[in-house]
């Protein structure tokens, strides 16, 4: 119950963040990269952001978790390939934070 909860929250963060950015984009509308700089610029649209991907991440976790889980029947792939997914998710979110903070 927990893993199916924390699906769903990390779903409805999802797509408050998907809301808010629209919102955004249709107040402040970029057209330039200078704008665009001083759109991603700011620390608490990082922090944001990085949160987004945080529970982008989760919910891939799981829901990649449940797929295995329902069609690998052989328990070493099926845990193999889970290690594989959880390494790139780590890399994935170790690249998207050099990617916010411009590292």
């Keep these: ?5 924390s699906q769903r929250l990390s779903a409805v963060m ?6 808010f950015l629209i919102a955004l984009l249709i107040i402040q509308q970029p057209s330039n990269y200078e704008s665009w700089y001083v759109f991603v610029s700011p620390i608490w649209f990082r922090l944001v952001t990085l949160v987004f991907f945080i529970n982008l991440f989760i919910h891939a976790w799981l829901g ?6 329902d ?3 052989n328990k070493i792939l099926r845990a193999n390939l889970q290690i594989i997914v959880d390494i790139l998710l780590v890399v994935y979110l170790i690249w998207v934070s050099f990617i916010l903070w411009n590292i």
């Design 1 to 5: 119950m927990r893993l199916w909860l």
């Design 71 to 73: 069609y690998i029947f």
């Design 64 to 69: 990649v978790s449940d797929v295995l889980k």
């Design 14 to 19: 999802m797509a408050i963040y998907i809301v």
